[in-house]
């Protein structure tokens, strides 16, 4: 069973820069793709970044140019490089492994950003 630990959330002031990590275990197979997803209160969770087994990037419009996945190559950590944080950035963090069919994933870390 795949399992994903998310830390590093936390307070920061807008404009700030805070990274994410996601430690994975289990077992995840070559194809996985691999992201980040957030969820506001009373929003629904919305795709943040995906790194595709091929090592091609996906983000969010809102995210784009300013937040950067990447993982190491044992695949068992994965991080989110957040910079230029604004307040609209407030979330609860999820990573996420999708692998034959199936999502996994973590229990979410909150980001806070004060204006």
Same mark, same amino acid.
Do not use: H
């Given at each position: 069973?795949?399992?994903?630990?998310?830390?590093?959330?936390?307070?920061?002031?807008?404009?700030?820069? @805070? +990274? @994410?990590?996601?430690? $994975?275990?289990?077992?995840? =197979? +070559?194809?996985?793709?691999?992201? !980040?997803? +957030?969820?506001?209160?009373? /929003?629904?969770?919305?795709?943040?970044?995906? @790194?595709?087994?091929?090592?091609?990037?996906?983000?969010?419009?809102?995210? /784009?140019?300013? =937040? $950067?996945?990447?993982?190491?190559?044992? *695949?068992?950590?994965?991080?989110? *490089?957040? %910079? &230029?944080? /604004?307040?609209?950035?407030?979330?609860?963090?999820?990573?996420?492994?999708?692998?034959?069919?199936?999502? =996994? !994933?973590?229990?979410? &870390?909150?980001? %806070?950003?004060?204006?």
């Amino acid at each position: 069973q795949v399992q994903l630990v998310e830390s590093g959330g936390g307070l920061v002031q807008a404009g700030e820069s @805070l +990274r @994410l990590s996601c430690a $994975a275990s289990g077992p995840i =197979f +070559r194809g996985a793709i691999m992201g !980040w997803y +957030r969820q506001a209160p009373g /929003k629904q969770r919305d795709m943040v970044a995906q @790194l595709t087994p091929g090592g091609n990037t996906l983000y969010g419009d809102s995210v /784009k140019g300013r =937040f $950067a996945i990447s993982r190491n190559d044992a *695949q068992t950590e994965i991080y989110l *490089q957040m %910079t &230029t944080l /604004k307040p609209e950035d407030t979330a609860v963090y999820y990573c996420n492994i999708y692998q034959r069919g199936v999502d =996994f !994933w973590g229990q979410g &870390t909150q980001v %806070t950003v004060s204006s």
